[in-house]
């Protein structure tokens, strides 16, 4: 069952400026997908236009089949959503929101509400403003899947967080994952998080999809090529051939990112264009990132 | 048994799994019968995806090394030390291809990996004894 479907979603602020320009995927239910690409890509645009909090100005996104603007009561419902700017009432009492959240989700689940309470010890009678940013992120994260929603939102939800309130973080999306199967779409900056929590990734660059694969995929059959300087080859000249999806220019070597095995790059690069000085191999997720993110145009 | 991850490497996560278990088997530290730690244990412990667990699991199942159970857990099979010796020796043909491009590439020589497997079945032979002689406490593989 698809859960959300983005189809030819273009957003712009400034007229001309497109921030989205066509983007389209879907998610079936149960994926994880790790939503991901450069500070200004486009990801939380992406994700608020799938919140329903803006409108895309052409193309469609669907959650649950349902539109979130026209229909954001019945999306909602079933969403969980916590981001890195999130901001709850600084003067209402930490169980005084837990208390509003539980009386607009028809679906609460007191133990689990309890349960993250007592493992986060959220200290229920602390105003929010009083809160340490750790702490007030796990009460959005507690307000966010107690209704034990079908589809979670995490835009950056790590954000700002040191490793240990990360790590809660996450074990808390996995057991919701272990427990209910939950589908989850975040973005995150964090590549070891990604590795732990996706089994897919969307990278967005310039406004579009640059890569959609199964992460262990994008980690067996992508690899990246150091291609010493010379004369024989250009950055366009790796460019144009099919399966190179970025060239990073280096001080000594072109690095190229290839969908293809490390071996295959390398039949292709020294074998059939004979180029001297390759070296070819798989690439670790933080790395692609920054080959990617650094090296289109 | 221990697993230990590391996001970042260069392994996916599911082939560190896969590749824990499986070396455990090998060494002797997971016997035939032993029952492994669920899958959502698993994922919870290691702080990964549940899928990604599965998809280990269901890989090493596939070599025959572990089996599932319905309602009764994963178990280290009894034929997982002695399936088909053609189609094993076959499955080692792609990591002993990397090994020697990555010795090649490293500028190791072919005697260096010869003398390089000798000392690590020597390595394996010792914990493997060491295993016979602590007899197996029955706990299973899940003393985490």
């Known amino acids: ?297 | 048994m221990q697993i230990v991850i590391t996001a970042g490497s260069e392994l996916p996560i599911y082939r560190q799994v896969m590749r824990q278990i499986s070396d455990a088997i090998a060494g002797g530290r997971l016997r035939p019968g032993d029952k492994l730690t669920s899958q959502r244990q698993l994922a919870e412990q290691l702080v990964i995806a549940p899928l990604t667990v599965k998809k280990a699991y269901d890989e090493l199942e596939r070599e025959g090394l572990i089996r599932t159970e319905r309602g009764r857990g994963t178990f280290v099979t009894t034929m997982a030390l002695e399936l088909d010796p053609g189609e094993q020796r076959e499955r080692l043909r792609d990591p002993a291809r990397q090994l020697l491009s990555r010795a090649h590439l490293a500028g190791v020589s072919f005697d260096e990996v010869v003398s390089l497997l000798e000392e690590e079945r020597a390595e394996l032979d010792c914990e493997r004894q060491r295993r016979t002689e602590t007899p197996n406490d029955g706990s299973g593989g899940t003393d985490s």
């Open chain 1, 1 to 297: 069952m698809t859960i959300v479907d983005f189809q030819d979603v273009h957003r712009a602020y400034t007229e001309g400026d497109d921030v989205l320009a066509g983007v389209s995927f879907s998610i079936a239910s149960g994926q994880v997908v790790g939503l991901l690409g450069k500070n200004g890509a486009g990801k939380t645009t992406l994700l608020r236009i799938a919140m329903g909090m803006i409108d895309a100005q052409k193309g469609s996104a669907r959650v649950f089949g349902l539109d979130p603007r026209t229909e954001p009561l019945d999306v909602k419902r079933r969403v969980g959503y916590v981001s890195e700017d999130q901001i709850l009432p600084p003067q209402l009492r930490v169980d005084g929101v837990i208390a509003l959240h539980k009386s607009l989700f028809p679906t609460w689940d007191d133990e689990l509400a309890r349960g993250m309470i007592e493992r986060f010890s959220i200290p229920g009678r602390q105003k929010i403003k009083t809160l340490s940013k750790g702490q007030a992120r796990q009460v959005a994260l507690l307000c966010a899947v107690a209704h034990r929603p079908e589809l979670l939102v995490l835009d950056e939800p790590a954000g700002g967080l040191d490793p240990a309130a990360r790590r809660d973080f996450l074990e808390t999306s996995i057991q919701l994952l272990n427990e209910s199967g939950t589908t989850i779409l975040f973005s995150s900056h964090y590549m070891t998080d990604v590795e732990r929590l996706a089994d897919r990734i969307v990278m967005l660059h310039d406004g579009r999809v640059l890569i959609d694969t199964e992460l262990d995929e994008l980690r067996e059959s992508y690899s990246l090529a150091l291609v010493q300087r010379q004369t024989d080859v250009s950055r366009e000249g790796l460019l144009a051939l099919d399966a190179c999806l970025g060239v990073r220019d280096r001080a000594d070597a072109l690095h190229a990112v290839f969908e293809l095995e490390p071996t295959r790059v390398e039949a292709l690069l020294s074998g059939e264009m004979g180029l001297r000085e390759v070296r070819c191999t798989r690439i670790a997720l933080e790395e692609m990132f920054i080959e990617l993110a650094g090296g289109q145009s």
